[in-house]
């Protein structure tokens, strides 16, 4: 699968998907003489012929991780349900952003819709998935507001004839729009998992994600436009038959409008997956509904629409910029171990990106180390806490969870009190390599190889008897007791889980035992 861990591609690719949302509209123009209405229908097959090929493309997983198709088979009917419903309220939103386009005084409405689908997709998403900084966030969402406010008012100075007053109902109806265009986002951020290169959760990847709410599309528009087509914004009513009697320019522009709109949205998930969703979207669609309004083909601006034109251009730049300045906290999943030598100072960055371990694979782990009521279990890289709880759940025992990602410190306590274990867990933002295990009877770790072996120092001061179980990756140096190799209905793979019991065995000693679980 397409991944990216680079700031630079991220924002490369977060601008290409500006531009294929800042001109999805255009074929439509292009194809001539034919009805918003019937585009519809070849826009909602482009989105899925592109989100299709995409999968088949750039959605699989390389190396251990599996295909698109297990993507779809971990994912839960619920996730894709919501994606589904995600795909019908945004092709109702983008419907109706087009049937405004071409009504007087569209400038407006379009700039109120896209100022609503910005505040409101942001606004909802940074809750889910709070990973920018908020400050910055805002910020630029207040110069983008400007920058559409200026953009919309260029469009009067333009020489070209002035638009016409507003038209009725145009401003709820710009609202409405970008509500449901917002709200669409937010139903879908909520959804995907853009933890890379990882299936988890019952959440689809972002190639699956967009199939899915191409299919919403494709729906909603099976199921609503027939409606539409006998109500038409220009023209007598329309028939499938003048649908079947389009040219085949016609039948291609819509497909490319589809597609290019689908490739849009691809391209903020993708993005996101490094810039936090709410920036990456934010991104695309502020430069997308700017650049549309600022550029007017064919007309020789007056000074005042230069100056307009110019103050939205530099807000837009400003509020760019800021979104590029709010991206998520910086990670790298493929993290390369320290240079050989003294260990420097803890390191202020994450080493690895949060992946959870499957809820099957926590209790198999807590199974094998044999947990009691007695034992107290340290967690290093916590997550979301779901080993310690899990392990204070179903025995009883204290545990203590630490992560230097304050994010995920915030769901820990959120998830310890959901489940009524705060009595017997603490959990605390540090960094895994300052943790004093001593009081441990069992540690447990998902963390990278080189990682493992950094801990052993610490690690040989667990008391004799304590425990260390790791979910995929060992220890390079010492000797596990055992290995398991389960199949996580959750996630419909293998995983591979290792037990060393204190002292760690160093290499040479007999070799592991191996225990095959189906």
């Known amino acids: 699968m397409v991944i990216v861990f680079s700031l630079p591609v991220a924002l490369i690719v977060v601008a290409l998907a500006a531009v294929c949302w800042a001109v999805w509209l255009r074929p439509l123009k292009t194809a001539g003489n034919w009805p918003l209405e019937l585009f519809a229908w070849d826009f909602c097959f482009g989105a899925v012929l592109v989100a299709a090929q995409a999968i088949l493309a750039l959605g699989g997983f390389a190396g251990r991780a599996p295909w698109y198709f297990d993507d779809i088979r971990q994912s839960r009917m619920e996730s ?88 009725r109902g145009g401003v709820w109806r710009g609202l409405l729009c970008g509500a449901l265009l917002g709200i669409a986002f937010w139903i879908t951020a909520d959804a995907v998992n853009t933890r890379p290169g990882a299936l988890c959760g019952g959440q689809p990847g972002p190639f699956v994600t967009v199939y899915f709410f191409a299919i919403g599309m494709f729906l909603a528009n099976a199921l609503l436009n027939p409606w539409l087509m006998r109500r038409p914004l220009a023209g007598p009513p329309l028939k499938l038959a003048d649908y079947l009697g389009g040219t085949a320019r016609q039948h291609l522009c819509g497909l490319l409008g589809g597609a290019l709109w689908g490739l849009g949205l691809l391209g903020s998930l993708v993005a996101g997956a490094r810039l936090g969703l709410a920036a990456a979207y934010v991104f695309a669609l502020s430069a997308a509904a700017v650049a549309a309004l600022v550029w007017r083909r064919g007309a020789v601006a007056t000074r005042a629409a230069h100056a307009l034109a110019a103050a939205a251009c530099l807000a837009c730049v400003g509020g760019l910029g800021l979104f590029a300045a709010a991206q998520g906290v910086e990670y790298d999943v493929f993290a390369d171990p320290p240079p050989p030598g003294p260990p420097g100072p803890p ?56 992560d230097l990602d304050p994010q995920r410190i915030v769901e820990s306590r959120r998830n310890a009190a959901k489940y009524g274990v705060e009595h017997l867990v603490t959990f605390e933002e540090k960094n895994v390599f300052t943790v004093d295990v001593s009081e441990a009877t069992v540690v447990a770790t998902y963390l990278l190889p080189w990682m493992n072996v950094r801990l052993l120092p610490q690690l040989a001061k667990l008391r004799p008897g304590a425990r260390f179980v790791t979910h995929e990756f060992g220890a390079e140096g010492v000797k596990a007791d055992y290995t398991l190799i389960m199949e996580s209905e959750e996630t419909a793979r293998e995983h591979t889980i290792r037990v060393y019991t204190a002292p760690l065995r160093r290499e040479g000693a007999p070799p592991a035992e191996n225990h095959v679980v189906p």
């Not at 959870?356 to 044999?370: A, F, S």
């Open 80 to 167: 894709l349900g919501w994606v589904i419903l995600a795909g019908s309220l945004g092709w109702m939103g983008l419907m109706l952003l087009a049937r405004l386009c071409g009504r007087p005084n569209g400038s407006l409405a379009f700039a109120l819709a896209a100022a609503a689908a910005l505040l409101v997709g942001a606004g909802l998403t940074f809750r889910i998935r709070p990973y920018n900084n908020p400050t910055m966030l805002a910020g630029g969402l207040a110069l983008v507001v400007i920058g559409l406010a200026a953009a919309a008012a260029r469009r009067n100075h333009d020489p070209l004839p002035r638009e016409a007053g507003p038209a």
């Open 347 to 402: 390191p202020s960055k994450l080493d690895v990106h949060f992946v959870p371990t499957p809820n099957d694979v926590v209790e198999m782990m807590l199974r094998q180390v044999n947990v009691q009521s007695g034992d107290v279990l340290y967690d290093l890289g916590c997550g979301d806490g779901r080993i310690v709880i899990t392990a204070a759940r179903l025995y009883g025992c204290r545990g203590y969870g630490c």
